[in-house]
C-alpha cells in the first residue's frame, strides 16, 4: 500500500518538527521526493540533513505559509521542476492557551493566519496546479478540536473547524477533477506545540498537569504520520488518529450535546485551578 507514495512529489508544511517532521522521514523512507518548509531555518535544515543522510530526497525551503507569495513561488517552482506536484500536506501549526475574555484580537490573528490562511494558501495554490495536471492530494491538518470545542484554546478550536469545512468543501469540488482531499484529526500527540505556546491567565504547569490524564491516549508524532500516510493511501477523505480522536468524533455525531456538557463538566473541575490573576 505504501508503495503509493515512491517517486512522488510532496510538499510538507511545518516540517522542521513534530508531525510535519514525521511525515517527511515517513515519506521518504518510502522513497518519495519531499520539499519540507518551515519557518525556523536552523531547525529545518538540521532535520532536513538528518533525513537526506538516513533515507534520501528531501529539501529544504525556509518561509512563513503566512507569506502567499513565498507559499505560491515554492509551490510552481516546485511543479515546473519535478513536472508535477503529487501531494501538499498543509501541516502548519500554532496554538495559544487562555480564556476568551483575556484573549487579544492580535492572538486570535496569529493562530488563524497560520493554522487556517496558511492551510488555505496551500490548498487554493496546489489545486489550482493539480486541476490542470488532473491529479494530486491535498492533506490539510485539522484536529480532534476540528471535531469538538475543547476549552482555551478558541482561537485553535476555531481554525481547526475551518479547515475541516474548507478541507470536505474540496473534496467535493476536486472529486471529478482528479483532485484527492482529506483532512486529519489527530487526537493527543506528543509534540510541543502547546508547551511552547503563549498561556495568557493560565497557570502553564497546572494546565499540564490538569490535562495530564490524557496522555495514555497519545502516540508519537513519528506513529501519527505512519497513519496519516495509511490514510491518505487509502484516500480517506477524514481521517482521525488516535483512539481519542475517533471516539470523540463518534460521540460529537451521535449526540452534540451530550459531548459539550461533558467538556463543560471536565472544564468546571479545573478552571479556577489553573488560572492566574492579570
Sequence with gaps: MMSIFK?????????????????????????????????????????????????GRCSAVTFSSTDYDAFKKCIEDTAAREGR???????????????????????????????????????????????????????????????????????????????????????VEGHDLGIKVSV????????????????IGVDVTKWLAANAKWERFGISPEKCAKLILTGVAKDKAIIPVTFLAKFFWLLARISPNLILKTILKDFRTWRKAVRVPL
Design 7 to 55: 517517486d512522488k512529489v510532496a510538499i510538507v508544511t511545518g516540517g522542521a518538527g513534530g508531525i510535519g517532521k514525521g511525515l517527511c522521514e515517513e515519506l521518504c523512507k518510502h522513497d518519495a521526493i519531499v520539499i519540507a518548509t518551515d519557518i525556523n531555518d536552523n531547525k529545518l535544515k538540521k532535520t532536513v540533513k538528518k533525513i537526506c543522510d538516513t533515507y
Design 85 to 171: 506536484l503529487d501531494y501538499i500536506f498543509n501541516n502548519a501549526g500554532v496554538g495559544i492557551c487562555a480564556e476568551c475574555h483575556v484573549s487579544e484580537v492580535e492572538h486570535w490573528k496569529q493562530v488563524l493566519d497560520v493554522n487556517l490562511y496558511g492551510v488555505i494558501y496551500g490548498s487554493l495554490i496546489a489545486y489550482k496546479i493539480m486541476e490542470k495536471q488532473g491529479f494530486g492530494h491535498i492533506v490539510n491538518m485539522s484536529s480532534v478540536e476540528g471535531l469538538i470545542p475543547f476549552p482555551l484554546a478558541s482561537p485553535y478550536v476555531t481554525s481547526k473547524f475551518g479547515v475541516m469545512g474548507l478541507s470536505q468543501a474540496m473534496w
Design 184 to 199: 486529519v484529526c489527530p487526537g493527543f500527540i506528543k509534540t510541543d506545540i502547546f508547551d511552547v505556546s503563549p498561556m
